[in-house]
């Protein structure tokens, strides 16, 4: 199994232990640490993965297949292994804004950690922030993704939070609810992602990936 493919079963693995009752806080955070250890040396193994590297998406074991079915990764909030109303990102967050993502969580169905994740490395929490390609706001909207999202004012707090949630839940969607795949198209677009069969081989895509990846898992 490739790279990707192990991912792809270690994020499904803990999506399953997201369904096994109550469990202590020591054993918790103990299975917590391992996962993001694990996690973080499986990405940084497919950053040095050959670019001709296909992703296969059904990768989770034929036992657990038979126990509960293809279940996405991130179909559902509410069975993430980490909180999402806890703190991703170790900075302070504007009130506005934490109840701007608490409604961008609830409405696309995504964990406010993993949209304060993406916030933080997109803009620091910047909403006035504008990159060298043009990419805007505080979620880092190109002007003719926003448009098409339906954003009229990118540098409202409100519309690129709600505009850049939207985008992700699309392209967690699309790739049948895989994070990996779906930060690489946020990053580097879909096209990209589909023409590589997996993460595209740029340093900056591969950079964002872990490091919004860490930062959720942290």
């Known amino acids: 199994m490739n790279t990707l493919g192990q991912l792809k079963t270690i994020l499904d693995i803990q999506l399953i232990k997201g369904f096994s009752g109550a469990r202590s806080n020591s054993l918790?955070?103990?299975?917590?640490?391992?996962?993001?250890?694990?996690?973080?040396?499986?990405?940084?193994?497919?950053?040095?993965?050959?670019?001709?590297?296909?992703?296969?998406t059904n990768t989770l074991g034929a036992v657990?297949?038979?126990?509960?079915?293809s279940l996405p990764v991130f179909a559902n909030s509410s069975a993430f292994p980490i909180s999402s109303g806890s703190n991703a990102t170790n900075t302070t967050i504007p009130e506005n804004l934490e109840a701007i993502i608490q409604k961008a969580s609830e409405v696309y169905n995504l964990p406010a950690k993993l949209i304060k994740s993406i916030?933080?490395?997109?803009?620091?929490?910047?909403?006035?922030?504008?990159?060298?390609a043009g990419a805007s706001g505080l979620m880092q909207l190109m002007p003719q993704t926003a448009k098409g999202l339906g954003v009229n004012d990118i540098f409202d707090p409100l519309e690129n939070i709600m505009g850049g949630s939207k985008y992700l839940r699309n392209m967690l969607d699309k790739y049948d609810g895989n994070l990996v795949l779906a930060l690489a198209a946020y990053n580097a677009g879909p096209g990209n992602v589909d023409k590589y069969g997996g993460i595209p081989p740029f340093k900056e895509t591969q950079n964002y990936v872990r490091k919004v990846t860490e930062t959720f898992y942290s």
């Open 28 to 56: 918790l955070n103990e299975e917590s640490n391992s996962f993001a250890e694990l996690l973080q040396q499986t990405v940084m193994n497919s950053v040095n993965a050959p670019a001709s590297q296909t992703f296969n």
């Open 119 to 132: 916030v933080k490395h997109e803009s620091n929490f910047n909403s006035a922030a504008v990159s060298h």
């Open 64 to 69: 657990y297949q038979m126990q509960i079915g």
